[in-house]
Every structure is written in C-alpha cells, then in structure tokens.
C-alpha cells in the first residue's frame, strides 16, 4: 500500500515538474532560440539557409545543435561553401557560409571540373550550383591520368553536386608551388600529367601570340630553381626568334630545344 502511494507521489510530482516548467517557459520563453545570425560571402546563400531552416528550432534551440550538422552537409553537398556554426550564448548561434576557393580546372569524362583548394570537386556547367559569383580559373586546364578504377568502358553517370576530389592533388600542388607564381607560367594554356619510367612527367602547352611551346618537366631532372630561371630564358630567347618548339627538360642537367613545324611533330635541335 506504501509503495503504490509513493509511486503516486512519484507521477504527481513529475506532472507538477513538467508543468511548472512548461509554465515558466510560456513566459519567459527560455527555451526559443534568441539569435540566428547568418554570416554569408552572399546573399543568396543565407537565402539558402533559410530555405532549409526547421522552424521548429524557433521555439526549442537545443534541436538546432543536432539540425545545424545535416544543414551544413546538405548545403556543402549542393553548393561549393563551407559551412561552420557555433553558438554564443544560450540560444543564440552564428553561422558561417563561405564559398570555396576555386583552383584548378580538370577534364575527366568530357567534362570540366573545378577542384577547390579545400580538395573539393564539381562539375563547371551544373548550373543549379549557384557558383555565379565564383572567380573560376580559365587556364591551364589540367589533363590527368584516369582514375584507377575506371576501365575504357565505364559508363557509370557523372557524379552531381559538390564532393570530395576523386584525384589527388599533391603532385599538382607541389607543381603549382614551384612554378605558379613564375612569370612565364601565366601563358600555359593545357597540361597532361603523366609517368614516365616511374616519374611524374608534366606536358605544357605554353602559348604566345601566334607561337606554340610543348614544355615537357620531369621531376628530379633538373633542379627546379634553376629549370625555372632557365626556362625563362629560354622562352625570351625563342619568343623573339619565332616559330614553334618543343623544350624538352627530362633530362639530366641540360634542355633539349627543338623547332617544330605547325605540321609536323619534330624538327632541328638546338
């Protein structure tokens, strides 16, 4: 008899709890979210938030600690942002929407696709992507080896949306670091990364006015400090001859020039 009194007690007591706390919510609404602040590079992407926004976390924040980590993963699925929040108070939270930064174009499947500096991928004509505002690199566009589970007859559909880069990157960031910021690099139009007896071997098609370089670098045949200052030379030097020509720098310690003709794939050493 005591006991199913005191379980009585137990279930009135819980109920007056709850109550009192509902109570005191109704009026001093402690539980409603007091500050949403979207910090976004764009109009258009705080309209996106909103538009995923669960109204609920309005009237109870806590939910929204477990929604913001699906929101941010459907946004960075759909469109090429980061996203980060965080909260700052009781009920109160900021949010982050940045864009990617945009860095090299890649061919793969007949399409060209931009890879952030975030290791981030996605197709350049998806125009449901909301990149508008993007600075998208123009040149060089970057020709790679396929991917090691694609055979010639693949024909699995294209990937959509935002994902992460299906190729590795360090070989082209270690590329890039050494020679992106070389004046004569801003000419390079295209390059095929391929291997060669076990190295990595980079073919350049460099451009100037109506003249066309195939600039082929190997790695460790040739210091890069001095290949950079040498094909600087090089190019001023050819540039002010005229005509087309293959530099060839997979050599040990030396680079080969040759002219070659619109037509034909070889000519004089130099």
């Given at each position: 008899m005591a006991f199913r009194r005191f379980r009585?007690?137990?279930?009135?007591?819980?109920?007056m709890l709850i109550g009192g706390v509902w109570r005191l919510n109704e009026r001093y609404v402690w539980t409603a979210m007091g500050e949403c602040e979207v910090r976004a590079d764009a109009s258009v992407l705080e309209e996106k938030f909103w538009d995923i926004f669960p109204s609920r976390c309005l009237r109870f924040w806590p939910l929204f600690l477990r929604h913001s980590q699906d929101m941010s993963a459907f946004l960075e699925r759909t469109l090429p942002v980061l996203v980060s929040s965080r909260m700052t108070g009781v009920g109160t939270f900021i949010v982050d929407i940045k864009w990617l930064s945009p860095w090299i174009l890649v061919e793969w499947r007949g399409q060209i696709w931009c890879i952030s500096k975030e290791g981030r991928m996605w197709n350049v004509a998806d125009g449901t992507l909301g990149s508008r505002e993007l600075k998208i690199p123009v040149k060089p566009l970057w020709r790679l080896p396929s991917l090691p589970t694609e055979t010639s007859g693949d024909m699995y559909a294209l990937p959509g949306g935002v994902f992460p880069s299906l190729f590795s990157i360090d070989v082209i960031e270690g590329f890039l670091r050494r020679f992106a910021n070389e004046s004569?690099?801003?000419?390079?139009?295209?390059?095929?990364?391929?291997?060669?007896?076990?190295?990595?071997?980079?073919?350049?098609?460099?451009?100037?006015?109506?003249?066309?370089?195939?600039?082929?670098?190997?790695?460790?045949?040739?210091?890069?400090?001095?290949?950079?200052?040498?094909?600087?030379?090089?190019?001023k030097r050819l540039q002010e001859e005229g005509g087309n020509y293959l530099i060839d720098a997979t050599y040990e310690g030396k680079i080969v020039v040759r002219s070659v003709s619109s037509s034909a794939g070889e000519g004089s050493s130099k």
């Open positions: 009585w007690f137990k279930i009135a007591f819980y109920t004569w690099f801003e000419n390079v139009e295209e390059i095929v990364l391929s291997r060669r007896a076990g190295a990595n071997l980079f073919n350049l098609r460099f451009v100037h006015e109506r003249q066309e370089f195939t600039i082929l670098i190997q790695q460790d045949k040739y210091g890069w400090r001095e290949l950079n200052v040498a094909l600087g030379h090089i190019l």
